[in-house]
């Protein structure tokens, strides 16, 4: 029993850091963009600015409309922070650094990465608000949309690696020399990271929150903590998927020519690494470019990228039948 | 089954649409008047069935300050200083039809220098004016960062303007029969009048370059980027008849394919003596708004550059009466703002204010099309065409 | 431009040229007639404003005209093209009693939002509008506030002072012609 709640403290811990150090990274890395000092006060030159920000939001009286579905309406964030942290749980750190090593891993993730999508929907519906009505059905409409392309460019790492759970899968990829984005994965991992910045409904897949259209989509009558477990969701998102990208495509824990046997010893601070690589990539994706249109998001998803993601799957299978 | 998209309007939903018809209800939706792209107070209702948007209602008036009201109380200097407040992105602009109506009643006859100065300080207020709509209308389909690079720039032109005249928004630096001698001039006695600045020509030449830089930056990152051609093209399509009909200026005319700048018709600045090209579009689509938008910015420098090598030198004031009187008469005087036509109607009864004065809008008539536009559209495209019709309350309500 | 004048010369009865603005008088009852004209034959589709003046020989706001006037609405219209100079303003007067007009938006769409400004600035009655609402004004307003009989309240309870810069000026600074800037 013990070790449950060892590990579920280790799990929120570690992806509420995590989403903190996005955070950090996306607003500095804004301001890096935009020309302009971003936050410099508090402690660091700024760098810990997620600390008062969390204090302030924590301060803040939680208002609660009278016209809302109260129970649901106070329970969506929820939805949205457990599926972010239990996605985490099979994010292999280093090979014995794993909450739960599943043998469906990959199933696993998709599946709870899924739920978001209830409490993203449910705030909206609960709110009372048009914009909050509209901004869940977008999201909706968005995170099932692109849940297949996301599922179909795992397939391709799946059948390649010959198993679904992802410690399995890095082990793999250290088998054979090279990262699946080399050895013949790379349109899956592009598939895979725009299906991802969609699910984190990141610029310039944010329709869902389009604030110059929504005010702020489904969040806009939340306020206080409950805003910000929607805030820190949205980067602990960003964290973990990220996580799972480095994880599946890009070697994980490991990189070519370190020594395997120190593996617990550096793993962890490699999958950080790609972590941040990838995670910055989206946050400059996110300061340089516009948002699309709502169906343009879905023509992206049904024409461009589910069609490219089945070839892709049958691209690989007939390699990996074929030799 | 019908078919209820119309194609026309949005191509790339109505290829995804099926031909099953569902029973819905239409949603009305109140947009405003406190709504991040609404700019300021506009208020819309509007009905929408899923994302699409109909029947779009204009409601204003939050703005609506009585200026033709007060301009009946007030004498002709005073009003100067009530005008400048209409748009406030481009104050100075406000003041020059106003003025020159006075003027042309009066029969007064400007000194050059003057007007070249007054023709530089406008052109600044439409490079200005210009750059917010460019950082604000990136911000409206959703890009984050250009607002910043567009309102570093468009301080360098405010300082300048600041620095002549000390008022960065509501200049109220023109006089009936000239300007007022410049805020960070010397003492103004008759003999020693430093009109302009210390280092203005060579702090102008700087910052129109940089102007011209910018405007090259919005034209490569924004103009050039793929997702901003996908909700601009083809959006909100206006076309030239369409536009005259509803009073339409300024560069939306211009980028539905009219070739009419009113600046060629100001005889009251000297417009005719600079080279300048007037930019129009093909589509009248958003984009196409934008683009000549960006241009104008790049003409505009040009023109402030050729204006400061020909300044000429001589008074900043012709000889007025003390207390100015306009003598009976009316007069229709017509500017080209960065908006599109602004134009004062005067009527005066030679006595110390106007009878009345009828303030014409350029983003009153502009905005009028809005409902029209909006017809069909998807409420993304419905943040994409207000926002490309680039509109300011106050110069709306008035 | 000469041209263009005499046409309008030929065809309008009442014309006068003033710093290079056209300006025709009509009847009421012309109206129509006369702005479906120059929208076709003298192609001036630009429609730029429209708005009345309130004449009135006692007024609330503002200076009384010095000659006495008959107490009227004149409604004025700006025409223009957009290729060239011309401009032409369009002016008919309309009884206070019975203060109607024919509305302009059949033939000029634009004209639907400045009928509806003046409808509640003045009072006066376009027909054949498809809308005429408010415009600015919220529901339950009362009065024509651009009406010259209006009083602008904040005026009575304190006078604009700006006035008294003008008003106190002494006679004989009126005599000394000119200043220097």
């Known amino acids: 029993m013990t070790e449950v709640f060892v590990k579920v403290g280790f799990l929120a811990l570690a992806a509420l850091n995590g ?159 090279v990262p699946f984005v080399v050895g013949g994965q790379i349109v899956g991992f592009l598939i895979f990271m725009v299906a991802a910045t969609a699910e984190m409904m990141r610029v310039p897949f944010d329709m869902p929150i389009g604030e110059s259209e929504l005010t702020m989509g489904f969040m806009t009558e939340y306020s206080g903590i409950r805003f910000l477990i929607f805030y820190i969701s949205e980067y602990m998102n960003m964290f973990i998927l990220c996580a799972i990208a480095s994880t599946l495509f890009l070697g994980g824990y490991h990189v070519p020519l370190l020594p395997t046997e120190w593996v617990n010893f550096y793993g962890p601070v490699v999958l950080l690494t790609k972590t941040a690589i990838l995670g910055f990539i989206l946050v400059a994706v996110r300061w340089s470019q516009p948002r699309f249109r709502e169906d343009q998001l879905q023509n992206l998803a049904w024409k461009i990228l589910i069609p490219a993601s089945l070839i892709n799957i049958l691209v690989t299978a007939i390699m990996k039948v074929g030799f | 089954m019908v078919n209820t998209l119309d194609p026309q309007n949005f191509n790339n939903f109505s290829e995804a649409s099926v031909s099953v018809e569902i029973e819905t209800e239409d949603m009305t939706l109140n947009i405003g008047p406190q709504h991040p792209s609404t700019h300021g107070v506009l208020r819309l209702v509007a009905k929408v069935d899923g994302e699409k948007v109909h029947d779009v209602k204009p409601v204003l008036g939050y703005m609506h300050r009585g200026y033709e009201k007060l301009a009946e109380v007030r004498s002709y200097p005073q009003i100067t200083t009530l005008v400048n407040r209409i748009d406030w992105v481009a104050g100075f602009s406000n003041e020059i039809p106003f003025i020159a109506g006075a003027e042309r009643l009066m029969e007064i006859e400007v000194p050059e220098r003057a007007k070249h100065i007054r023709l530089i300080l406008n052109e600044m207020a439409r490079i200005s004016s210009h750059f917010v709509f460019n950082g604000a209308y990136a911000l409206e389909v959703g890009a984050l960062t250009p607002i910043f690079y567009a309102m570093e720039d468009r301080e360098r032109v405010l300082d300048l303007i600041e620095s002549v005249t000390g008022g960065r928004f509501h200049p109220n630096f023109n006089r009936i029969g000239g ?160 908006k599109g036509e602004m134009g004062y109607y005067i009527v005066s009864d030679g006595g110390l204010g106007p009878y009345r004065l009828k303030v014409r809008t350029a983003s009153f008539s502009n905005l009028s099309i809005l409902p029209l536009l909006l017809e069909g559209a998807l409420l993304p495209d419905l943040i994409a065409i207000m926002g490309s019709l680039d509109f300011v309350l106050g110069d709306v309500d008035r | 431009m000469e041209e263009f004048l005499s046409k309008i010369q030929e065809n309008f009865i009442k014309t006068d040229v003033a710093f290079e603005t056209i300006n025709i008088k009509v009847e009421s009852s012309k109206w129509i007639e006369t702005h479906q004209k120059l929208k076709d034959e003298f192609d001036l589709k630009f429609f730029s404003w429209l708005s009345a003046i309130d004449w009135d020989n006692e007024v609330s706001t503002g200076e009384a005209p010095k000659e006495t006037v008959s107490p009227s609405f004149e409604i004025i219209t700006c025409l223009s093209n957009v290729s060239n100079n011309n401009l032409v303003t369009v002016s008919t007067t309309i009884n206070k009693s019975e203060p109607k007009i024919t509305s302009l938006v059949e033939i000029y769409a634009g004209a639907n939002w400045h009928e509806r400004e003046a409808y509640e600035m003045f009072g006066i009655n376009f027909e054949n509008h498809p809308n005429l609402e408010k415009l600015y004004l919220p529901d339950g307003y009362e009065g024509n506030p651009m009406l010259k009989s209006f009083e602008l309240i904040s005026r009575e309870v304190k006078p604009w002072p700006g006035e008294v810069d003008v008003e106190g000026m002494p006679e004989e600074s009126e005599s000394d012609e000119s200043v220097d800037g």
Request: proline share 6%.
């Open chain 1, 19 to 177: 989403a903190i150090i996005f955070t950090i990274m996306d607003v500095k890395g804004a301001s890096w963009m935009q020309r302009r000092p971003g936050p410099l006060h508090v402690g660091l030159r700024g760098f810990i600015f997620p600390l008062a920000e969390i204090l302030k939001f924590v301060q803040k009286e939680d208002i609660i409309p009278t016209e809302v579905d109260r129970p649901v309406f106070k329970w969506a964030p929820a939805y949205v922070m457990v599926s972010c942290v239990a996605l985490f749980a099979v994010v292999p750190m280093s090979p014995t650094l794993v909450v739960a090593d599943l043998e469906l891993g990959v199933f696993f993730a998709l599946a709870i990465s899924s739920l978001g999508t209830i409490g993203v929907l449910t705030a909206g519906w609960s709110s009372a608000n048009k914009y909050s009505l509209m901004g869940g059905l977008r999201a909706a409409g968005q995170l099932i949309a692109y849940e297949l392309p996301l599922i179909l460019a795992v397939v391709g790492v799946v059948i390649q690696a010959e198993t679904m759970s992802l410690v399995g899968i890095v082990e793999k990829q250290i088998e054979w020399g």
């Open chain 2, 179 to 338: 300007v007022k001698p410049a805020a960070g001039s010397g003492p103004t006695t008759k003999k020693d009048i430093q009109d302009l600045p210390a280092g203005f020509y060579r702090d102008t030449k700087v910052a129109m370059q940089k102007v011209i830089e910018a405007a090259d930056q919005f034209q490569n990152l924004i103009g050039g980027n793929e997702v901003f051609k996908k909700r601009t093209k083809n959006v909100g399509i206006l076309s030239a008849e369409t536009a005259e009909a509803f009073g339409v200026s300024g560069p939306i005319l211009r980028a539905s394919g009219v070739k009419s700048d009113l600046r060629t018709q100001m005889d009251y600045l000297p417009y005719d003596q600079f080279e300048y090209d007037i930019p129009i579009g093909e589509n009248g689509d958003c984009y196409d708004r934008w683009d000549v938008r960006v241009k104008e910015m790049i003409e505009s420098a040009k023109i402030v550059l050729q204006a400061i090598d020909s300044m000429p030198s001589g008074p900043l004031q012709a000889k007025v009466p003390k207390v100015i009187k306009v003598p009976k008469g009316r007069t229709y005087v017509r500017a080209e703002n960065p």
